[in-house]
């Protein structure tokens, strides 16, 4: 069997370290990355040109954490006034309760709130699948509707009623919401716990946003 012999010659004495000096706007990641690929061919050690690219590596890193996105103009717009484009509101009344619900009277406030900020108009419809002879107190649901939006700063709104079109609220809130092309209706999950609206069908009847409120 025969043996190889081969001498390498490895030199002996410390090797100067390179010092690579970074002016300040010298900073982004890709100019750090390529400055230490480059390094690995200067020194006569690979080992050690390994050892300084991990050292430099860290400091990428932190470099890139501090970097911060700052939001286009148009995104905080949009997150500080979410509603500021609805300029008509709907808000549908379900229950037969003369003196209204706890969640007819939040939907209330809450649509004369939004409405009295972002200068948008109200609608409101009251549904009952009753006709109104069979509805002695409805007068009183009319002042109470009244009163409650007044509270809220708005003595002006459009009022709808229907009357004795059977049990189909949910589809007649979605017709009046197309017919008078509305941006927004405001109710609250009560109308939906007492099964007085449908949620399932309130995506297909429904063209624009609904804005549930919970109790």
């Known amino acids: 069997m025969t043996f190889a012999h081969y001498s390498v010659a490895v030199p002996f004495g410390t ?29 006569p050690f690979p080992l050690l040109s390994k050892a300084r690219n991990l ?23 949009l997150a500080a006034e979410p509603f500021s484009q609805f300029k008509h509101l709907l808000l549908p009344i379900t229950d037969s309760n003369p003196y209204l619900s706890e969640g007819t009277k939040q939907a209330a406030a809450t649509t004369a709130a939004l409405a009295k900020k ?5 609608t409101v419809v009251v549904i009952d699948e009753k006709q109104k002879e ?15 939006l007044s509270e809220g700063g708005f003595q002006e709104f459009k ?10 609220p949910t589809a007649i809130i979605g017709e009046v919401a197309d017919d008078m092309n509305l941006d927004l209706v ?28 919970p109790l």
Not at 159 to 168: I, K, T, V
Not at 187 to 209: R, T
């Open 15 to 43: 090797p100067k370290r390179t010092q690579i000096s970074i002016p300040p706007s010298f900073c982004s990641t890709e100019s750090l990355s390529s400055l230490a690929f480059t390094s690995s061919f200067s020194s």
């Open 55 to 77: 050292s430099i590596s860290p400091r990428i890193n932190r470099i890139g954490l501090k970097a911060k996105v700052e939001p286009q103009e148009s995104e905080v717009n």
């Open 118 to 122: 972002n200068g948008a108009d109200i």
């Open 134 to 148: 069979a509805l002695p107190e409805h007068e009183t649901q009319l002042a109470s509707v009244r009163w409650h």
């Open 159 to 168: 009022l709808l009623e229907r009357l004795g079109e059977g049990s189909q």
């Open 186 to 213: 405001v109710m609250s999950m009560e109308a939906i716990h007492s099964k007085h609206v449908d949620a399932n069908l309130l995506a297909e009847f429904v063209p624009c946003p609904v804005l549930l409120l």
